[in-house]
């Protein structure tokens, strides 16, 4: 057994995927340890492991939890509580993200692969679609009106996209102060300075951060505009697909929301799964989710032509 970066226990049999698969590039495995499904059921595992077991013996995430054929899988990842990492998805391939614990929050931002000044931009998926969370249906448009990725399947039902990410002052002072100097890998992160960290490995900074996506949280408004954070809103198990319909860079934190009132520092660990999934047809459910969408495919398209 070897212990990498944030105190996780790994197999030293099971490949960690750094470095090139085939038609990806990944980058930033920092304070990250990755795990396969194939491998969860032996013994001497981190209890990690065993939650994955359990998870697939017994389907918490309920009668939609779909299973990913072999042929169609490329890599899986367990991104612990905490961590960061940034690597890019193809045009027709979908990631799987899946709450190992119940509780996870995963932040995330999205650009283009090939031009990373269009990104993700949150004003313009909300208000094309007419919603102030997404779900399944709903796509992720750039602030060039092309569709960066789609959510083709969801069993959370609610995605925050209005709250944007902790800090290292919302942190210190919810938390208190643990620094690596004092704690090493225990220490308390905050989800911009783990996308800072990220987005430097690929040219990008400060002023490439824009309104993210919470995956697994729900923040709802009442009459008055109040903001309410939805606890235990995501189950042990749920997931949601991400089918991507541009090639895209993505960057993700699986720090805890900002509104998450838990006095704890207490971040969830996070399941990624990347398989082939192919573009979506002239059926498709996302495409024909609203009419904008369909008008924001097409522009995706003539890149593709």
């Known amino acids: 057994m070897t212990r990498l970066h944030g ?4 197999r030293e049999d099971v490949p960690s995927f750094i470095g090139t698969l085939p038609g990806y590039f990944i980058s930033g495995v920092e304070q990250c340890h990755f795990y396969s499904f194939q491998q969860v059921n032996l013994p001497d595992h981190h209890d990690l492991d065993t939650k994955i077991a359990s998870m697939i013996i017994q389907n918490k995430g309920g ?28 045009r027709g391939t979908a990631l799987r993200i899946t709450d190992i614990e119940g509780g996870a929050n995963l932040s995330a931002l999205l650009y283009n692969r090939e031009e990373k000044m269009e990104r993700y931009n949150m004003a313009d998926t909300l208000k ?7 779900t ?7 602030d060039m009106g092309r569709v960066l990725a789609s959510i083709i399947e969801d069993s959370c039902g609610w995605h925050d996209t209005i709250c944007g990410m902790s800090n290292a002052a919302l942190v210190e002072k919810k938390y208190g102060k643990a620094e690596y100097q ?18 430097g490995k690929w040219g990008l900074g400060k002023r490439d951060i824009v309104p993210n996506i919470n995956f697994f ?23 949601v697909d991400v089918r991507f319909d541009m090639d895209v860079l993505i960057v993700v934190s699986a720090c805890q929301h900002p509104l998450d009132p838990n006095p704890q ?17 002239e059926n498709d459910y996302c495409r024909n989710f609203r009419p904008e969408n369909a008008r924001g495919f097409h522009n995706t398209e003539l890149l593709y032509r």
């Open 182 to 199: 004092q704690h090493r890998n225990a220490m308390h992160r905050n989800a911009r300075d783990s996308f800072l960290i990220e987005l």
């Open 128 to 134: 094309a679609q007419h919603t102030a969370h997404l």
């Open 136 to 142: 399944k249906g709903f796509v992720c448009y750039s």
């Open 217 to 239: 949280s729900k923040v709802s408004a009442d009459e008055s505009g109040n903001l309410h954070y939805a606890s235990n809103h995501s189950r042990a198990g749920a997931f």
């Open 265 to 281: 520092y207490a971040p969830k660990p996070v399941q990624l799964q990347a398989w082939r999934c192919g573009t979506a047809e």
């Open 63 to 90: 009668a939609m939890n779909k299973s990913i054929s072999k042929q169609n899988m490329i890599w899986e990842e367990t991104i612990p509580g905490g961590a960061h990492w940034s690597f890019v998805m193809k």
């Open 7 to 10: 105190g996780i226990k790994a």
